[in-house]
């Protein structure tokens, strides 16, 4: 280790972190996101019926706390995997940062990134707060909750390219978001052109999505980009599903007469 080089021991569990065994038991275990989303499905489903003729609970509590808690986890996500992919454009370049397999495998973000996927199961806790306080449940948020899920434990198990991108995107996206929800939980009054933000930058994390979907795909054809082509095919469907339904919900929202107030999509 030269002079230059920041010493491992630094990074304290996030160095100590073991990815291997992390990757193998997600290449062993990875069918388990569809039991998370089959009891998911149930609770979209049936706990709307079991609410039905039931008072709706408040909840304001526990929805700050969870929140919070998940405002938190985003911003230290975003924050130390942020800090990786700066470092390998400055340093590499755009096409590295793609193609680049080492975001898996950095004495950061190796942790992040597990950490990233694993919390995709107990995000589908934000639904249980909308169908027991029988808010509006629309497509968008569960469906993007289903499709994140097995997508992420798809892929994690291949250290597929363009990871480190799809992570830190979605880290930061949601440390706008969870902030902007723990604020509202707490009856605090937050500014009507955030929720406008937050929207836009969901809509462009979707097209940078398609974008680096695609870019994989071209750089895989001459060997620089390690993938396949059944996981970028399905990359670039859900980015592009995305990509359009949070269009969608930007207008309806925000630009068509007569909408609503606007509030942010509480799906990603």
Sequence with gaps: MNDTETPLSEYGFESRFDERSAIEWMQANWTKAFVFCGLYAMLVFGGQHFMKERQKLNLRRPLVLWS???AVFSIVGAVRTGWYMLHVLSSSGFKTSICDQGFYYGPVSKFWAYAFVLSKAPELGDTAFIVLRKQRLIFLHWYHHITVLLYSWYS?????????????????VHALMYSYYAARAAGLRVP?????????????QMAMGVAVSALVY??????????YLDNIVW??????????LFSQFFYQTYLKRGAPPPKAAKVD
Aim: hydrophobic fraction near 45%; include cysteine; proline fraction near 2%.
């Design 218 to 227: 071209r750089w895989m054809q001459t060997g620089d980009c390690h993938s």
């Design 156 to 172: 994690y198990k291949d250290t597929v390219a363009g990871g480190g991108w799809f992570m830190t995107m979605n880290f930061s």
């Design 235 to 244: 990359a670039a469907l859900m980015y592009l599903s995305y990509l359009v």
């Design 192 to 204: 009507r052109p955030l929720a406008v933000l937050i929207t836009s930058a969901q809509i462009g």
């Design 68 to 70: 919070l808690s998940l």
